[in-house]
């Protein structure tokens, strides 16, 4: 079981940058792909960004490529959303999920075993 704790949002204005952090406990983060996903107000839940249980391999919605870059820290069983040039339209609340232990990294959601409950980002314009 792994459990998934999200901080780091808040309000900022366009153009500006926040670090969301992803923090997990349980015996298996660092075998396990994390992926970071957003939903704003009225619609559904929108992949964001992906990464391997090495972090040798991430993916990237189109919407966010070259303004976003997922990492992670498996010490510290972190992972983390650098989003950088915000804009309006990146306001929802962004949740971080996990793949169960030795499961190959993908932009599929329902395949994301465990959830975190959520950081709200608000861009303003």
């Known amino acids: 079981q792994v459990q998934l704790v999200e901080s780091g949002g808040g309000l900022v204005q366009a153009g500006g940058s926040l670090r969301l952090s992803c923090a997990a406990s349980?015996?298996?983060?660092?075998?396990?792909?994390i992926c970071w996903v957003r939903q704003a107000p009225g619609k559904e839940r929108e992949f964001v960004a992906a990464?391997?249980?090495?972090?040798?391999?991430?993916k990237y919605a189109d919407s966010v490529k070259g303004r976003f870059t997922i990492s992670r820290d498996n010490a510290k069983s972190t992972a983390y959303l650098q989003m950088n040039i915000l804009k309006p339209e990146d306001t929802a609340v962004y949740y971080c999920?996990?793949?169960?232990?030795?499961?190959?990294?993908?932009?599929?959601?329902?395949?994301?075993?465990?959830w975190g409950q959520g950081t709200q980002v608000t861009v303003s314009s």
């Open positions: 990464i391997s249980s090495s972090g040798g391999l991430r």
């Open positions: 999920a996990a793949r169960r232990a030795s499961l190959a990294v993908t932009t599929t959601l329902p395949e994301y075993n465990y």
């Open positions: 349980g015996p298996t983060f660092s075998r396990s792909a």
